[in-house]
């Protein structure tokens, strides 16, 4: 049981691209090593291009890596790569795995055929998944019919029809309204307690990574540049929460102790206090607000992930 | 290293192919008529280009009925199972070839199986037509050795063809706009094998006598069942070979692809 399923070692992937006439050589990933542990849910962040799909894709058997060794599931992701699709689920959020002219069930029932699922395992399953992600609505309307929304779910529900052991999700809620990323969330947190799947996740949506996932890996050109929890990773750059307060009437700007203020609203009723957390506590500042004036109501916002993915990188000089 | 499980898989992508075509049936109708006349006119060619001729390469009208039937017949199936690899350049470009490496069956039989067009059977009408008019008008010894000869060249020749279709697929990875590339030598060589082998240019002769070894789908079985001799770098008792230029060609289809596969470089995302 402690066989992790993922293990990479020195992971590297390069790209010979063309520039002009020359040909140039980009290192997509670098030096990548790094272990998830069976059940985890892991968060992949970093900016545009800093090699998450292609790491993704190394894992998956897409890519043959320039450099290192990767294993998934305990498996060769090239050399396995037939055994290893029946253990792992992906789903591309910028590509479709389904036929586009056809119905989403007819989709499911060809997945169904491809995973070999017998005919009673597959139609618990879709039951399962078509109640969890609300798609029985537009099971037989045709693909190229769907919305964007209604796509991404019969997209995730095509890629754990066969009940895989780990779940990667190349930004999966990208595109998606409030509600329909609340949506699915929600499916991928119970379908983890259900199954207690492991999810591997890139976005660009810091939603995504606080709500679903308890470790957070962050690359920076191709190399693993921070490895921990959300709030580890907050606290290593020293990210500031900030206490949003509305006051009972309007009142100049506060000056508080160890605190910034950010800005005033509707004339002072709403202000926003900035603090580090390694120097003051939320309850401090509230009693020091208090003491000036009566608190109607309260915020503690933390801090944004996308800020601290700058904070990191620029840390690091770039 | 396909289980009787992964045979449900293609039929099940097969069979929504093929329902889909049938859903447009204006369209399909018009497909199957179009394919039917650009069979029927390459036919017309041949035949108008022998009344006036007589003998090009020591084959006359009926004999070359015979190439062109074996030929094109050949041909033509290959063309209906497996020429649904020609669009790899399209999925490789928009990265839905992804999707394939997520699959647990082979990448090759996953491409195959991905469409079929049935239109491409009223081509094989064709092919077969002249292959039937052929094996009549021709005034063939029916030896044990020459029904041989014509049962072999039949699935060897679908086998050759198909091979082209599969090189020219790994060839894809590689190149940028591959398809025109390949293409010259998977719809020449088609052309060519068409041809009576004996009038070929050398370049043609090295490169569809042997590397593509397409002389052994069409020319190589009609001069060994009428008992001609050919030329001296394609004697007719190569047609006795046919398998192993089937197996040869294969071995270059599955190398292309499998070298293909691995250089796979992504389309981003
Ligand atoms: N097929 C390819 N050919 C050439 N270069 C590529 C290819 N795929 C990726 N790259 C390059 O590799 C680097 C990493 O790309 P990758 O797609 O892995 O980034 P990413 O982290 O997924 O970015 P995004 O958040 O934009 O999806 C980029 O510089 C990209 O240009
Ligand atoms: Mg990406």
Redesign the pocket.
Known sequence: MSEPIIETDALG?D???RDGLRRRT????DDLSLRVEAGESVGYI????????????MLTGILVPTRGAARTCGLRPVADRRRLAREVGVVFG?RSQLWWDLSVRESFSILAAIHGLSPERERRRTDELVERLEVGEFLGTAVRQLSLGQRMRAEVAAALLHSPRLVIL??PTIGLDVLSKQRLREFLLAERAAHDTTLLL?T?DMGDVERLCDRVLL?DR?RLVFDGTLTGLSRTVGAQRVLVVDLAEPTPDLAIADTEHLGSEAGGLRQRLAFDPEHTTAARVLAAVTERVEVRDLAVEEPDVEDVVRRVYSARGR | MTSVGDLAAYRAVLASRMRSQRTYRFNFRLDLGSSLLVGIVELAEVAVLYTSVHRIGGLDLSAVLLVFGLADLTYSIADLAVGHCDTLPTYLRAGTIDVFYLRPQPLLLQLITSDISLRRLARAGVGLAALVVGLVVNDIDWTPGHVAVLLLAVPCGIAISAAMYVWAAGAQFFLVDGAEATNAFVYGGRYAATQPASVWARPLQALFGFLFPMAFTGYLPTVAVLGLSGPAWLPAWLAWCTPLAAGWVWLLALGSWRLGVRHY?????
């Open positions: 992937r790209f010979s691209v980009v290192v997509a990933v970093g900016a545009n291009g800093a090699g998450k799909s292609t790491t993704i894709k910028q190349d930004e890139t660009h690359v191709g | 470089q992504g389309a981003g995302g």
